[in-house]
């Protein structure tokens, strides 16, 4: 089976099409790979790469990706021409990390100037309080938090700016897997946020490309 790549993507929706490594075999990865290597040297992203499919590729392919383990994103061809305007992830904990990266990294290929703000979950609010004044300067704002996700409803009361939120599945007991952070984020009180699916890093930080685009701030 072939993958057929959508190489007018961006010029329908101002992003070009990202390449879901996951669900992919060790074959099907090296061969996209060789193949977007060979016939295009337009920036692709790569998101949920795993470590075999990496492993596998020849080191000529290889070192041609720019690898980030932590988001599990790999670029290729470098990454978007800069864009206006700044987006700030804000994490509840540093078991949001991945998450959150996932985030950055789609931001970063994009061209969007980002920022991150780790471990300012509601437990210890003041940590939240010392950082607002610089997630208040973002243009949007991705908040990623798991357990019951209250960072959402807090940012959301709080901030002006664009909310996007991302439940992450960390948490035990009811909230394993994700759910109670995803439905405590739609049943947000805060007026206006909205919410992707969980850990979707990479659909929230599309959402605010696309956010960016409506408020002056598409690619040059």
Known sequence: MTHRHDHDRLERIGMPEAVLCEP???EQFAAIVAELTQSTDQPRLFTRVRSDQLASLPAGLL??????PVSRT???HGVRPPRPGRVTVVAAGTSDAAV???AERTLEFSGV???????VGVAGLWRLEERLDEIRAADIVIAVAGMD???????GGLVAAPLVAV???VGYGVATGGSTALHSALASCAQGVTVVNIDNGFGA???AVRMLSLLGGAAE
């Open 113 to 119: 100037r980002v920022e991150s703000i780790v471990d």
């Open 74 to 76: 790999a670029i290729l």
């Open 24 to 26: 992919k075999s060790v």
């Open 149 to 155: 996700a209250a960072l959402v409803s807090v940012l």
């Open 167 to 169: 439940p992450t599945s």
């Open 100 to 102: 959150a990266a996932e």
């Open 205 to 207: 930080a599309c959402a």
């Open 63 to 68: 070192e041609r990706l720019d690898i980030d």
